[in-house]
């Protein structure tokens, strides 16, 4: 089947579903009333699926948040640095050393968030190229470190990092593991038991097609007995409204300490709705497949990508330009082919492009885009060799 209209492949906010818009414009109601908590059952019940946990039932009064792997799911009002930012200030105390490396854009922000809560050790590595796990291995040795805290999925630069061979060191050296995974939840491989990750975050607009500005974290019973110990301590970061401990007393109520974005919540829910009816697994593939095409594709038309081989994203690529091209591709893509990409970021704007490949975005749209891509590259003096777009995505 065809695509029609435009293509809008960007690393997210992603395209809504209709089901998600109508839920949106549901009319007003109270936060505390029982009609509310029967979306927030829900709405748990989803981001379970989404976080690879095992499920709860979406009925209020169940204790939907939690299920027979510990885990809790909570929901945050604001976007996903506003859930990062809530894992690091309750977790950790100003004295605890947490290790961060990083290779590109938002791990940086994840550095940036330990250096303002934690006593940060960072480690720098070329945007694109993957971590040295020898040098976090030596550096975790030393036994100083209360935490290692990463960004999965660096859609900047279109990486993946090692999460399994990063949660085992972790676990040798009895060292929190804290997952950024805004931009891999729901798209990606993400098993937080297995990897005993004590805290894992991810953002509705990005993998599980949801609207912006409402997050959601998991969290161990390892992370909740901490939070609670570090508070009763009383050297603690101050916090008010990112306070996770009045989170864990309205859980059981399906309830969120301040008022909640109710139409978000309800967006989401519906978002959810539709992960579920996919399968969890069945959308990591699509996405999957969805990226390989595009890897594939370019690399025969003679681009080159930026992240290393072995690491590459499957909810985001990151291809440089050819020679005399730079964002007026992306500009001209937009405005007379009807396609959205996105380009690169700090030193490599004007360098790049990246093509999502997340949330609910069919492969017949993926096939239109990447055939107006060429289209675009050929209008503007790009010499592309004839293939058949198609077939890379069968």
């Known amino acids: 089947m065809a695509h029609d209209g435009d293509c809008f492949l960007v690393p997210g906010p992603v395209r809504m579903n209709q089901a998600c818009l109508e839920a949106m414009a549901t009319p007003v109601m109270t936060a505390r009333g029982s009609e509310f908590r029967d979306v927030m059952a829900g709405l748990n019940s989803g981001l379970r699926v989404a976080f690879n946990l095992s499920p709860s039932e979406g009925v209020r009064g169940t204790e939907s948040w939690t299920g027979e792997d510990g885990y809790k799911v909570i929901?945050?009002?604001g976007s996903g640095t506003a859930a990062m930012e809530m894992i690091m200030a309750n977790r950790f105390r100003p004295g605890d050393r947490v290790l961060v490396p990083t290779n590109g854009k938002f791990g940086e922000r994840v550095a940036h968030m330990a250096d303002r809560f934690c006593t940060l050790k960072h480690i720098q590595y070329e945007w694109g190229r993957s971590f040295d796990l020898y040098e976090i291995e030596?550096?975790?040795a030393k036994g100083c470190y209360e935490g290692l805290a990463i960004c999965h999925n660096e859609t900047s630069t279109?990486?993946?990092q090692d999460a399994a061979a990063l949660a085992e060191m972790c676990e040798r050296h009895n060292?929190?593991?804290?997952?950024?995974?805004i931009t891999s939840v729901g798209g990606l491989p993400v098993h937080p038991e297995a990897w005993k990750a004590e805290a894992v975050v991810m953002g509705a607009q990005k993998c599980t097609a949801g609207p912006s500005g409402i997050a959601a974290i998991a969290v161990s019973e390892r992370f909740v007995e901490r939070t609670k110990a570090i508070r009763v301590q009383g050297d603690s970061n101050p916090v008010y409204y990112l306070d996770m401990i009045p989170a864990f007393k309205k859980g059981d109520d399906d309830q969120t300490p301040w008022t909640p974005a109710i139409n978000l919540a309800m967006g989401w829910s519906a978002a959810l709705?539709?992960?579920?009816?996919?399968?969890v697994e069945a959308r990591w593939a699509r996405c999957a497949k969805m990226a390989d095409g595009v890897r594939r594709l370019f690399t025969d038309a003679g681009f080159q990508l930026l992240a290393d081989a072995g690491q590459r994203s499957d909810t985001v690529t990151a291809i440089l330009y050819p020679?005399?091209?730079?964002d007026a591709w992306r500009?001209?893509?937009?405005?007379?082919?009807?396609?959205?990409?996105?380009g690169g970021q700090d030193d490599l704007k004007g360098k790049m492009f990246r093509v999502g490949s997340m949330g609910e975005t069919p492969i017949e749209e993926m096939v239109e885009g990447c055939r107006r891509m060429f289209a675009c590259f050929a209008e503007m003096g790009v010499d592309l060799p004839d293939l058949n777009v198609e077939e890379y995505f069968a």
Request: proline share 0%; glycine share 10%; hydrophobic share 40%.
């Open 75 to 77: 929901v945050v009002s």
């Open 138 to 140: 030596e550096e975790l």
């Open 158 to 160: 279109a990486i993946t």
């Open 175 to 181: 060292v929190a593991f804290i997952l950024d995974g």
């Open 273 to 279: 709705d539709a992960l579920r009816e996919e399968g």
């Open 323 to 326: 020679e005399g091209i730079d």
């Open 331 to 342: 500009t001209r893509l937009k405005e007379h082919y009807g396609t959205q990409v996105i």
